[in-house]
């Protein structure tokens, strides 16, 4: 059995959790908030979201956990055959995440956390991450997945980032830049149609609705 800790707020538990429902592993949630607590860091060394624990087995890191799902349970791949092909899913997924994912994260800590950002820093959020979008447009297919006719890795990273994205730039900024680009709101429609980002939002978006109620805090 697999034990998922952590919150679909998180990006990077966000892309777990859809990777294990394209692989159609069972698996079971535990929620939990990063943290520092000893009995937590023997699961997670930095105290970070999301981990696993793998019939007990702890495992920490998403790239690490996806990787290891990918080797598990092959037969559902999200990592195409060729060394190629797969080198332009990471290139893609890379783009994702330490451009436009790490490129935002002064925004998602100005409206979730509440943290300041003056305005240069808001510009040269913009500037980063309007780059990062680009270099993913450059490299997209589009048919109909971002690495071509197969639902990848990319696709999964994509559909935990973008959403997060579109959400932080328009909280701060007054602009939703994934909105401003055509292909990738197409994009975004066709991911929610699939069911494991469609049930994984549905969570990210009742944790937001708990939020705004009162009935949740971020810690």
């Given at each position: 059995?697999?034990t998922?800790?952590g919150?679909a707020?998180?990006?990077?538990?966000a892309?777990?959790?859809?990777?294990?429902?394209?692989?159609g592993?069972?698996?079971r949630?535990?929620?939990?908030?990063?943290?520092?607590?000893?009995?937590?860091?023997?699961?997670s060394?930095?105290?970070k979201?999301?981990?696993?624990?793998?019939?007990?087995?702890?495992?920490a890191?998403s790239?690490a956990i996806?990787?290891?799902?990918e080797?598990?349970?092959?037969?559902?791949?999200?990592?195409p055959?060729s060394?190629?092909?797969r080198?332009?899913v990471?290139?893609?997924?890379?783009?994702?995440e330490?451009?436009?994912?790490?490129?935002?994260?002064?925004?998602m800590?100005?409206?979730?956390?509440g943290?300041h950002t003056?305005?240069?820093q808001r510009a040269?959020?913009t500037?980063r991450i309007?780059k990062?979008?680009?270099a993913?447009l450059?490299?997209?297919?589009?048919?109909?997945?971002?690495?071509?006719e197969?639902?990848?890795l990319?696709?999964?990273?994509?559909?935990?980032?973008l959403?997060?994205?579109?959400?932080?730039?328009?909280?701060?900024?007054?602009?939703?830049?994934v909105?401003?680009?055509?292909?990738?709101?197409?994009y975004?429609?066709r991911?929610?149609?699939?069911?494991?980002?469609?049930?994984?939002?549905?969570?990210?978006?009742?944790?937001f609705?708990?939020?705004r109620e009162?009935?949740l805090?971020l810690?």
């Amino acid at each position: 059995m697999i034990t998922l800790y952590g919150a679909a707020l998180s990006p990077h538990y966000a892309k777990v959790r859809i990777a294990l429902i394209e692989k159609g592993v069972n698996y079971r949630e535990e929620p939990t908030s990063p943290n520092q607590s000893e009995e937590f860091l023997e699961k997670s060394p930095l105290g970070k979201i999301p981990c696993v624990e793998i019939n007990g087995q702890p495992l920490a890191e998403s790239g690490a956990i996806v990787e290891w799902l990918e080797d598990a349970y092959p037969t559902t791949a999200l990592l195409p055959d060729s060394p190629l092909a797969r080198a332009h899913v990471r290139e893609l997924n890379g783009f994702i995440e330490y451009a436009v994912l790490e490129a935002t994260r002064p925004l998602m800590g100005e409206w979730l956390w509440g943290h300041h950002t003056n305005d240069a820093q808001r510009a040269t959020a913009t500037d980063r991450i309007e780059k990062g979008l680009a270099a993913i447009l450059r490299r997209a297919r589009f048919s109909p997945w971002l690495a071509g006719e197969a639902f990848t890795l990319a696709d999964v990273t994509a559909a935990a980032v973008l959403p997060l994205v579109a959400l932080a730039t328009q909280q701060v900024l007054g602009r939703d830049l994934v909105a401003e680009l055509p292909d990738l709101v197409d994009y975004l429609e066709r991911l929610g149609d699939r069911a494991s980002v469609a049930e994984t939002w549905a969570a990210r978006d009742a944790l937001f609705e708990a939020l705004r109620e009162g009935r949740l805090q971020l810690l």
